[in-house]
């Protein structure tokens, strides 16, 4: 296994919160400080990964239950850790992630109420201990996340999800970031892009990544 050494970044929130706005929007300020930075998301980043998306976000007549989900989600994980992740943080890049272990807590947890404790033990067999050195949780209340998600596009098997569902998930995000203060920065993405992206900036700076 290769060593960690670049920079390990990743994007949380319900649907309709804006990630891939401000995913772009933190490469671009990395991106002038002359580090290389790798833009990924998940579930996805691999060939192999964006196969399963495409599973597991509109293969609705498959009927996949939620272990199977589980796994599917952890196998695309392992395959962009494989190929993606740990090569880039060895290059000493840094790695700004759409999505990570926290969204599995989040959405198979929470959402689909697996046991924490089960997806631990993923976690731990492909992660061995690799943690996101920041996480960033774009917090939204999920029926105003839902109505900007669904005003841009058909919905996907999770955006179907009742208003309850999301409520679960935001309330595990909420979670982890009353357990894991330091690592997981809530940002209120209610306000005008303009003003998160201020924040952004701000966190960034105080964290001296820009
Ligand atoms: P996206 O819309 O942010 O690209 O995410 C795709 C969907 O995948 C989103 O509804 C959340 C879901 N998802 C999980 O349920 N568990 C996970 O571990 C990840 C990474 C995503």
Redo the contacts with the bound molecule.
């Keep these: 296994m290769t060593a960690k050494k670049g920079l390990f970044i990743t994007l949380e929130g319900v ?1 309709g919160v804006g ?1 891939s706005t401000h995913a772009a929007f933190i490469s671009e300020q990395i991106r002038r400080t002359g580090r290389v930075v790798t833009l990924t ?3 996805g980043g691999t060939r192999a990964g964006e196969e399963i998306r495409n599973i ?2 509109h293969a609705h007549e498959t009927g996949v239950t939620a272990m199977t989900e589980l796994l599917l ?1 952890f196998s695309a994980r392992n395959q962009h850790l494989e190929e993606v992740i740990r090569p880039a943080l060895a290059r000493d890049e840094v790695v700004l992630c ?3 272990t926290d ?2 807590y989040a ?2 947890g929470g959402g689909r109420k697996i046991a924490w404790d089960r997806i631990g033990t993923l976690e731990w067999l492909i992660q061995h201990g690799l943690q996101p050195d920041l996480t960033i949780l774009f917090d939204l209340d999920p029926q105003t996340g839902l109505q900007r998600a669904n005003g841009r596009s058909v919905a996907d098997r ?2 179907k999800e009742s208003l309850e569902f999301f409520a679960r998930v935001r309330a595990a995000y909420l979670q982890i970031a009353r357990d894991e203060p330091r690592r997981m920065v809530v940002l209120d993405a209610a306000p005008p892009i303009e003003v998160v992206q201020a924040e952004l900036l701000k966190l960034l700076k105080d964290r001296g990544i820009c």
């Design positions: 649907e990630k998301r998940e579930p597991l976000l989600i759409d999505r990570f969204a599995t959405y198979q999770f955006e």
